[in-house]
C-alpha cells in the first residue's frame, strides 16, 4: 500500500463517516446538527481534492482507487440514517432515503461479485453529478435540523398565538424568529428536492450499471 497526501484525505473522510452518528450519540441538539453538518461538509469537500490532486500530482493508487468508492459511500449511507432517525420520518424523506441506500447496496454487491471486470466498467460523468447531488442534499437537510432546533429553542415557552404574531410582524421579533422559521421551512423544500433529484439520479446510473454488467452475468450454455 503507497500512502499520499489523496490517499490520507481519502482515509480521513472514511474515518469522519462513522464520525457524523457519533456527533449525536455525545452531543445534545442542535450543537450536534451543527457539528455533524460542518464534518459532513468538510469530508465532501475533500472528495473533489483527493481525486483532483491523485490526478495532478500523478498519484493515483489501487488503494486510492478501492478506498474512495467506499468513503463516498460509507458518508451518504451514514448521514441518511442518522437525518431519517432524527426526522419525523416523512414518507417524502424515507422514499427517496430508501432508493439511495438500495442502489448503493445492490451496486456494491453486484461490483464485488464482477470481481476485477467491475474496474472495466466506465464510471458516467452521470455518477459523479449522483454523488454531487446526495451530498450537497445531506448537507441542506442536516442545516434544517439546526434551523428547526435554533427555532424551537428561541419560541420556548412562547404561547402559539404569541409565536403567530411575531411571525406575521404585528410584533416585534427580537429573536429572530422570522429568519429562523423561514429557513427551516426552506432548508427542509429545498433538501428534499434535491434528495430526489439525487435519487432520481442513483435509480438512473444503478440501472446504467445493472446494464452494463448484464454480458458478465449471463450464464455460459
Given at each position: 500500500m503507497k500512502w499520499n497526501i489523496p490517499n490520507i484525505l481519502t482515509l480521513l473522510r472514511l474515518v469522519a463517516a462513522p464520525g457524523v452518528a457519533v456527533m449525536f450519540?455525545?452531543?445534545?441538539?442542535?450543537?450536534?446538527?451543527?457539528?455533524?453538518m460542518f464534518l459532513f461538509i468538510a469530508a465532501a469537500v475533500t472528495d473533489w481534492f483527493d481525486g483532483y490532486l491523485a490526478r495532478a500530482w500523478g498519484q493515483e493508487t489501487k488503494?486510492?482507487?478501492m478506498l474512495d468508492p467506499i468513503a463516498d459511500k460509507a458518508m451518504v449511507v451514514i448521514a441518511l440514517m442518522v437525518i431519517v432517525a432524527v426526522s419525523s420520518w416523512s414518507p417524502w424523506l424515507v422514499l427517496p432515503a430508501t432508493v439511495i441506500l438500495f442502489r448503493e447496496v445492490f451496486v456494491s454487491g453486484l461490483r464485488e461479485?464482477?470481481?476485477d471486470v467491475s474496474g472495466t466498467l466506465k464510471v458516467t460523468a452521470l455518477a459523479k453529478w449522483k454523488t454531487t447531488a446526495q451530498m450537497v442534499a445531506i448537507a441542506v437537510l442536516?442545516?434544517?435540523g439546526l434551523f428547526e432546533h435554533y427555532f424551537g429553542m428561541s419560541i420556548f415557552g412562547m404561547d402559539n398565538a404569541l409565536v403567530g404574531a411575531i411571525l406575521s410582524g404585528e410584533e416585534e421579533d427580537v429573536l429572530g424568529l422570522t429568519w429562523k422559521f423561514h429557513g427551516?421551512?426552506?432548508a427542509g423544500r429545498i433538501g428534499l428536492v434535491l434528495l430526489w433529484i439525487a435519487a432520481a439520479l442513483t435509480a438512473i446510473t444503478g440501472y446504467d450499471y445493472l446494464r452494463k454488467s448484464m454480458p458478465h452475468l449471463v450464464e455460459p450454455r
Open positions: 450519540l455525545y452531543f445534545s441538539r442542535p450543537y450536534a446538527d451543527a457539528l455533524a488503494l486510492g482507487t461479485f464482477l470481481g442536516f442545516g434544517q427551516m421551512i426552506w
